[in-house]
């Protein structure tokens, strides 16, 4: 080997392999503090790319949920008001029932058209009142809600049902003055708690059907928030054994540089004599 104390190619090679440990070492360093093996497009562009765009459609799921979960208390709002109009539907059946006897004295028979006029009165405000953030399904005039179904703007339809008196073939009218009207009037509030408990049946068939949508929703953002992890995501406890080998690499490397170094000494002993 050439001797010169011009050029060392000893110290050269132990430089460049010192250089690229520390190269490695400032890659797996940064890896452990950010815990990820990708962390910007410089790392690697093509998975860079893919996980960004799979942590948007993640991201935008959230409003999906939020949709769908005002669709759930809308729903539950409705579900109540409409538990309330079909116990007082009952209530009113029962006053009608009893102002049918014929044996009642007009006195007692006033008394229930009062209790049962107060009873259809409460329908009303009940299906006035079931509003979630100023949104209905039961009230007088509502329309079919649509909520978010999907991270494309796809649409999740709930059917109103209307359960004001209007809806369930009633009037604000609606009564009895004599035992023969009452009498009538039982078939009519058959017919509207009929009506009703349809109406609440479907209301709950759409919340379920809600809900399993929602959870389906959770679901797939769990499945891309851990495709986006297996992306771009580090092993931390690879990093960590690798990280202890390329420090020992550094500090033989750092020996081996000032060895190569020591290297044109040898050539000062030649004049020695």
Do not use: C, Y
Not at 166 to 183: Q, V
């Amino acid at each position: 080997m050439l001797n010169s104390i011009n050029t060392n190619p000893g110290a050269l090679l132990a430089l460049q392999n010192l250089n690229a440990t520390n190269t490695e070492l400032a890659t797996t360093q940064s890896r452990i503090n950010t815990g990820k093996k990708v962390a910007n497009a410089k790392d690697n562009g093509a998975i860079w790319s893919m996980a960004k765009m799979q942590s948007a459609s993640s991201s935008s799921l959230n409003a999906v949920k939020d949709s769908l979960q005002r669709g759930q208390s809308t729903i539950d709002v409705g579900l109540a008001a409409g538990d309330t109009i079909t116990d007082l539907l009952m209530k009113m059946k029962e006053k009608a029932l009893a102002a049918s006897d014929t044996s009642l004295n007009s006195t007692s028979l006033k008394a229930l058209k009062t209790d049962f006029d107060s009873l259809r009165d409460q329908i009303t405000k009940a299906a006035q009142n079931a509003m979630f953030n100023g949104v209905s399904l039961v009230a007088a005039t509502v329309k079919p809600l649509v909520f978010l179904a999907n991270a494309d703007g796809g649409s999740f339809t709930v059917m109103a049902q209307t359960m004001s008196l209007e809806g369930l073939g009633l009037t604000g009218t609606s009564t009895f003055n004599t035992a023969t009207e009452a009498a009538t009037m039982i078939a009519d509030m058959t017919t509207a708690l009929l009506t009703a408990t349809n109406k609440l049946s479907a209301l709950g068939t759409a919340s379920v059907g809600l809900d399993t949508h929602l959870t389906f929703i959770g679901k797939l953002q769990d499945s891309l928030d851990a495709g986006v992890g297996n992306l771009v995501d580090a092993d931390l406890a690879k990093e960590s054994a690798k990280l202890q080998s390329l420090q020992t690499k550094q500090q033989l490397g750092v020996q081996a540089l000032s060895i190569a170094n020591q290297t044109p000494q040898t050539i000062l002993s030649l004049f020695q004599g």
